[in-house]
């Protein structure tokens, strides 16, 4: 328990910058502060502070075992609470990560409501297009759109992206429309991959002929991009086909700034997982979160073949 005091202890004095203030706040003398600061510092075997006689701030390591120790005690909190029906009760940080459009578009409307019913957590929301190392980086959960590699890591299936082939009414005027795959040899592709320098596969589809059997058509492109914002603003500049989750352009194909294109040669869909690591005690803010997650993706997916 003494360790769990420590921490504590630590804590406050990086929130106030001040091992007075801190002893103040929590009623107890500055030389028991700093006794506790030093034993967590020796027990670490780390400089968790540096101290002048002006400030108090954290070092680099001192920056990581602040975020773990709040992890941490959330998580005694959350032990304390384990058997209590009262939702209020859960507390800390939730490190998550998703596609920017989903947190766009999805999360981050809905977020008010998850937080007014959990006041006491607090949500740090990294959204790219790259792959974060969800253990090495701290993430409790992300959500991951396509095929997933084997990590070691647990996947949580949500269900599948129907995948559509677009284009801009722009582009389609200027080229014509495609009606076959052969046709596509006249056209151009903007296309995407995660790493610059990559290849693209081109136009990918499932044979109408062959369900299940993935194959792809090569096709030109002027633009590369690595990010999926830029991969669909490409496409309303009339800078060639894409191939997108339905859902994400529903409004442009409704109001006819897009167009599909060879719709019976649709790419196959697009799995959507949440993934985290394997714990054998997964928080219950962890299980909480991740069950709204896949509440509210529901109304988006298509259910798994």
Not at 136 to 156: H, K, N, P
Request: charged content about 20%.
């Amino acid at each position: 328990m003494k360790l769990l005091e420590s921490m504590q202890v630590f804590l406050r004095v990086a929130e106030q910058g001040s091992f007075t203030a801190a002893a103040d706040s929590l009623g107890v003398s500055r030389a028991g502060v700093s006794s506790a600061v030093q034993q967590l510092e020796t027990l670490l075997g780390t400089r968790l502070l540096h101290r002048t006689t002006r400030s108090v701030r954290m070092t680099q390591d001192g920056q990581v075992v602040y975020e773990r120790c709040q992890d941490l005690l959330a998580d005694m909190d959350e032990l304390q609470n384990l058997f209590r029906e009262d939702s209020a009760a859960l507390q800390g940080r939730l490190r998550v990560d998703m596609p920017l459009p989903l947190a766009r578009d999805v999360v981050i409307p809905r977020l008010p409501e998850f937080l007014r019913q959990h006041p006491g957590l607090e949500v740090e929301l990294s959204s790219s297009d790259r792959f974060v190392d969800l253990v090495r980086e701290g993430f409790d959960c992300v959500l991951r759109v396509g095929a997933l590699q084997d990590s070691g890591l647990i996947a949580r299936p949500l269900g599948e992206y129907r995948m559509v082939s677009c284009a801009s009414t722009e582009y389609l005027a200027e080229h014509g429309t495609p009606r076959t795959l052969a046709d596509l040899a006249g056209h151009r592709m903007v296309h995407y991959v995660l790493n610059l320098g990559g290849r693209s596969s081109g136009f990918e589809y499932v044979d109408p002929d062959a369900p299940g059997m993935e194959q792809s058509v090569p096709v030109p492109g002027v633009l590369t991009v690595n990010n999926t914002g830029a991969y669909l603003e490409a496409c309303l500049a009339g800078l060639g086909i894409i191939q997108v989750p339905e859902v994400g352009v529903r409004h442009y194909l409704e109001s006819g700034e897009l167009e599909e294109v060879l719709p019976g040669y649709r790419p196959a869909p697009m799995p959507v997982s949440l993934v985290y690591a394997n714990r054998r005690y997964q928080p219950k803010r962890v299980q909480v979160f991740m069950a709204w997650m896949a509440e509210i993706m529901k109304p988006r997916l298509v259910p798994l073949q």
